[in-house]
Each structure stands twice: as structure tokens, then as C-alpha cells.
């Protein structure tokens, strides 16, 4: 399978923060903000294998600023590690004061997909093309942080 840059899959995708979405304090809810992380995350990972993909996990998630009732906030998404079947996103969270202008960086976090077929079975997609020495450092610390969680699974369900 031919590789592909990650430039190719990248992508933002801008929500603006409803009461809907926010709770009493009229700040957003954790949760919707990791929605529309996972479903920035999980189109990466569909433009890169050009297949259904399901979120296997997620890592590091940090909440670093409230997000607000009226805020426009932008998700950015891209990969940082394809596997076999397996693919990792960063996803980065920054909102603006619509009138103000201002921007903070709110969150970021890791997204662990798998690119499924018909019969909801892993299947192959194509691989990440590495162009410089940046993104080599990024793919090896994915690889390290895959390798670690995928042990810490294995020792968690022995210890059940
Ligand atoms: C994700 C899912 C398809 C994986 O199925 P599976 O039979 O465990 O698949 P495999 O063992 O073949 O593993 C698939 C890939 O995940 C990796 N993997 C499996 N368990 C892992 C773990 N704990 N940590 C990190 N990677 C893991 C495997 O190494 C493999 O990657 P590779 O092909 O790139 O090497 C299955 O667990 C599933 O459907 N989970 C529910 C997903 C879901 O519903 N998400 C919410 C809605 S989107």
C-alpha cells in the first residue's frame, strides 16, 4: 500500500459553544468537548485508510483552560503513528472570544483508532510517510506510549 503524508488526513473541525453544551456555571462539559476531539480524531483516521474507523482508546487527555457559553473553539487533528491496522491522532483544542478576539489553548489529547471492515474486523491501512526528523521523534514517542498501554491492558485483565 502506497504511504501517505500526514498533511493529506489533517484536519479542523470549529464548533461554537452553545448553553447546550455548557453546564450551569456556563462552562462546557468535558464530555463535549472529547465528543467532537473523538469525532476530529476518527475522521483523520477515515480520510488516511479511506475506511470506518472505531476509537480504541485515549491517552493523556488535559483539560487546560474552561471553554465558555459563546466561545468558537477549534479541534485540530492529525496523526502522529499508523500501525498495521492501528492509528494514533493528536488532537489540539484552541478557543477564541468571538468579539475579543482572544485565543487560549484549551485542551489536547490522544486518540487510538482502529480501521475496521464490513464485518466490523481490523484491516490493513496504508502506511505514514515520515518527512522529516520532527515527525520520526513524534511516531517513536506514539509507538512507546501504544506499547505501554497495550501492556498495561494485558497486565490489567490478568489482574481480574
Ligand atoms: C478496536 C477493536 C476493533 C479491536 O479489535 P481486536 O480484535 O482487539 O483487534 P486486534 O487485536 O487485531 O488489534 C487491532 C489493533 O489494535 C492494537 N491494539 C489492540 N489492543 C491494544 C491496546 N490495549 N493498546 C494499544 N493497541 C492495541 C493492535 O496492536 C492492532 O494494531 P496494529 O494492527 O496496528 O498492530 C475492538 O476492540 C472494538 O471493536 N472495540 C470497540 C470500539 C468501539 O466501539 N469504540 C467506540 C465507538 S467508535
Known sequence: MQ??????????????VLPAHANLTNTMYGGELMKL?????????MRHSR??????????????EPILVG???????????V????MEAYVDVTAETVIEGITKHVCKGYFFLVAIDEDH?????????IENEKQKRIFEDARA???????HARTWLLRR
Open 3 to 16: 504511504a501517505k503524508r500526514r498533511s493529506e488526513s489533517a484536519l479542523t473541525m470549529t464548533q461554537i
Open 37 to 45: 476531539m473523538d469525532a476530529a480524531a476518527g475522521l483523520v483516521g
Open 51 to 64: 475506511r470506518n474507523v472505531v476509537t480504541a482508546g485515549t491517552s493523556q487527555i488535559s483539560f487546560i
Open 71 to 81: 466561545d468558537l473553539i477549534f479541534c485540530r487533528a492529525e496523526l502522529t503513528y
Open 83 to 86: 500501525g498495521r491496522t492501528s
Open 121 to 129: 474486523r481490523p484491516i490493513e491501512v496504508p502506511p505514514l510517510e
Open 145 to 151: 506510549r501504544i506499547t505501554y498501554s497495550k501492556e
